[in-house]
C-alpha cells in the first residue's frame, strides 16, 4: 500500500524568507504524481504544486518549488519570498493515473511572522 | 466558471441517524472523488465515481455509500451515524478518472452529537 509520511507537525518561517518543507513516500509503482495540497482555515483545499513522477525536472510556480527526489523518494516543497497569506495546513498527496484516489499525509501546519 | 460546490456547508446530525451530502462538480468534469478529513488528520478517500459507476473504495464500512447522476453530481450517504463520523467531507472533482489535476470543494463539516 502506497504511504506519504509528514514527520514534521508544525514550522514557522518570517516573512520574505524560505522555507523547506517534507514528505516522504512509499510505493511500489513506477509512474505515479505527487502533490502539494495548501488547505487555509477557509478548509478549501488548493493545489499548490504537481510532479509527475516520470519527468526529471523538478516543478515550479512562480515561488513555489519542489525538490523531487525519486530513489530517495522524497518530495520537499520550498516557499521562497514567504508571503502572511501561506500561512495555512499544507499537505503532501500521491496518485496514480489508475484512478482518481489520493493518498495524503497528516499534513504540516505553516505559520508566517510577520 | 464555478468551481466545486458541496451543500450543505455544515450540518449537526444524531448518532443512529441518517446523512446525504451533495457535490457539484466543474462543469464538464466526469470524475467525482469523496474524502474524509478527521480534525488534525489528512483526507481520507472513500469513493470515486466515474461515468456514473463506482471506481474505486476507500476501507470505509457499508454505512456509507455514494452514487452518480447522469449530469454527474454526486451524493454521498451516510447511514446509522457514529460520533466517529464527525469529519470534513471533502468531493473533488476532475475531468477524467486518473489525478492528473483534482478540485477541491469547500468541504460539509459534519458534527454528529
Known amino acids: 500500500a502506497q504511504t506519504v509520511t509528514q514527520s514534521q507537525p508544525e514550522m514557522s518561517v518570517q516573512e520574505a524568507e524560505t522555507v523547506t518543507l517534507s514528505c516522504t513516500y512509499d510505493?511500489?509503482?513506477?509512474?505515479?504524481?505527487l502533490f502539494w495540497y495548501k488547505q487555509p482555515p477557509s478548509r478549501q483545499m488548493i493545489l499548490v504544486i504537481r510532479?509527475?513522477?516520470?519527468?526529471?525536472q523538478n516543478a515550479t510556480e512562480n515561488r513555489f518549488s519542489v525538490n523531487f527526489q525519486k530513489a530517495a523518494k522524497s518530495f520537499s516543497l520550498k516557499i521562497s519570498d514567504s508571503q502572511l497569506g501561506d500561512a495555512a495546513m499544507y499537505f503532501c498527496?500521491?496518485?496514480?493515473?489508475?484512478?482518481?484516489?489520493?493518498?495524503f499525509g497528516k499534513g504540516i501546519t505553516l505559520s508566517v511572522r510577520p | 466558471d464555478a468551481g466545486v460546490t458541496q451543500s450543505p456547508t455544515h450540518l449537526i446530525k444524531t448518532r443512529g441517524q441518517h446523512v446525504t451530502l451533495r457535490c457539484s462538480p466543474i462543469?464538464?468534469?466526469?470524475?467525482v472523488s469523496w474524502y474524509q478529513q478527521v480534525l488534525g488528520q489528512g483526507p481520507q478517500f472513500i469513493f470515486q465515481?466515474?461515468?456514473?459507476?463506482?471506481?474505486g473504495r476507500g476501507n470505509f464500512p457499508d454505512r456509507f455509500s455514494a452514487r452518480q447522476f447522469p449530469n454527474y453530481s454526486s451524493e454521498l450517504n451516510v447511514n446509522a451515524l457514529l460520533l466517529g463520523d464527525s469529519a470534513l467531507y471533502l468531493c473533488?472533482?476532475?475531468?477524467?478518472?486518473?489525478?492528473?489535476?483534482?478540485?477541491f470543494g469547500q468541504g460539509t463539516r459534519l458534527t454528529v452529537v
Open positions: 510532479q509527475e513522477a516520470y519527468k526529471q
Open positions: 473533488a472533482s476532475s475531468l477524467v478518472r486518473g489525478v492528473a489535476e483534482a478540485f
Open positions: 462543469s464538464g468534469h466526469k470524475s
Open positions: 510505493t511500489s509503482e513506477s509512474d505515479y504524481y
Open positions: 465515481y466515474y461515468e456514473k459507476e463506482e471506481r
Open positions: 498527496a500521491y496518485g496514480t493515473g489508475a484512478n482518481s484516489k489520493l493518498t
